[in-house]
C-alpha cells in the first residue's frame, strides 16, 4: 500500500506558474505508475498527466499538452511526483489530485486504474 500527500496548490494569477508535488510513502514507489487529476467545481474529475514507473513515459490530456509538464524523483529520499504547470488559465481553477497505481504497466488516463488517491490540493487561477 501507498500514501499520496498533494502539496504545492495555491492562488496564482493568470499566465502564472505553480508546480504540485506528491509525496509517496509506503511500498516501494517506482513500483507504481503515478498520475495526476484534476475536477473543478461543478465538473468531473478529469485526466490531466501520468507518467510510468519509471519516468521514461508520459502521457498527458491533449489539450494541456505544452503547458503542464509531469515528473518524477525515485530516490529513496523523494520519493514524489511533479506536475508543473505553465501560462495558468482561469479555466485550470480545479482540485489536483495525485494518484497511485499498482496493476498497470504503462502511464493510463484511465481513473479506474489508479488505486490509491491523495485528499488533493486547490488551483485557483484568477483573470
Known amino acids: 500500500q501507498v500514501q499520496v500527500v498533494e502539496s504545492g496548490g495555491g492562488l496564482v494569477q493568470a499566465g502564472g506558474s505553480l508546480r504540485l508535488s506528491c509525496a509517496a510513502s509506503?511500498?516501494?514507489?517506482?513500483?507504481?505508475?503515478m498520475g495526476w487529476f484534476r475536477q473543478a467545481p461543478w465538473n468531473e474529475r478529469e485526466f490531466v498527466a501520468a507518467?510510468?514507473?519509471?519516468?521514461?513515459?508520459?502521457?498527458?490530456a491533449e489539450s494541456l499538452k505544452g503547458r503542464f509538464t509531469i515528473s518524477r524523483d525515485n530516490a529513496k529520499t523523494k520519493n514524489t511526483v511533479y506536475l508543473q504547470m505553465n501560462s495558468l488559465k482561469p479555466e485550470d481553477t480545479a482540485v489536483y489530485y495525485c494518484a497511485a497505481a499498482n496493476w498497470v504497466w504503462r502511464a493510463t488516463s484511465r481513473g479506474a486504474d489508479y488505486d490509491y488517491w491523495g485528499q488533493g490540493t486547490q488551483v485557483t487561477v484568477s483573470s
Open positions: 507518467i510510468s514507473r519509471s519516468g521514461g513515459s508520459t502521457f498527458y
Open positions: 509506503g511500498r516501494t514507489f517506482s513500483g507504481y505508475v
